[in-house]
Nanobody, 120 residues
Framework: VQLQASGGGLVQAGGSLRLSCAGSGVTLAMGWFRQAPGKERELIAS????????RYADSVSGRFTISRDNDNNMLWLQMNSLKPEDTAVYYC?????????????????WGRGTQVTVSS
């Protein structure tokens, strides 16, 4: 199982970025996590295998959108209205099931992260 996140970068507050996750591991239910320096890893968005069920952390709800394309093994995270507190390394991860997963323990496979830095 391989996952690779990409699309991170430096953006000003209020800007947008779109993260991508590709690889053979983009199957079943998926999620996006982030980890800021000195903080614990946080699950911020999750999606079921069909894409019909999505969940968001309160910190990103209304600003971030998770989506997927199963035909092409792709997962995305559209991030709008970015804030300095969104600065973190972002990771995509896959579960072993089809239903949306809201606990980190449900995620079995992790990709390499991509750095997102939001300047004020």
């Amino acid at each position: 199982v391989q996952l690779q996140a990409s699309g991170g970068g430096l953006v000003q507050a209020g800007g947008s970025l779109r993260l991508s996750c590709a690889g053979s591991g983009v199957t079943l239910a998926m999620g996006w996590f982030r980890q800021a320096p000195g903080k614990e890893r946080e699950l911020i968005a999750s999606i079921s295998w069909t894409g019909t069920t999505k969940r968001y952390a309160d910190s990103v709800s209304g600003r971030f959108t998770i989506s997927r394309d199963n035909d092409n093994n792709m997962l995305w995270l559209q991030m709008n209205s970015l804030k300095p507190e969104d600065t973190a390394v972002y990771y995509c991860a896959a579960t072993r099931g089809v239903n949306v997963a809201t606990r980190e323990s449900e995620y079995a496979n992790w990709g390499r992260g991509t750095q997102v830095t939001v300047s004020s």
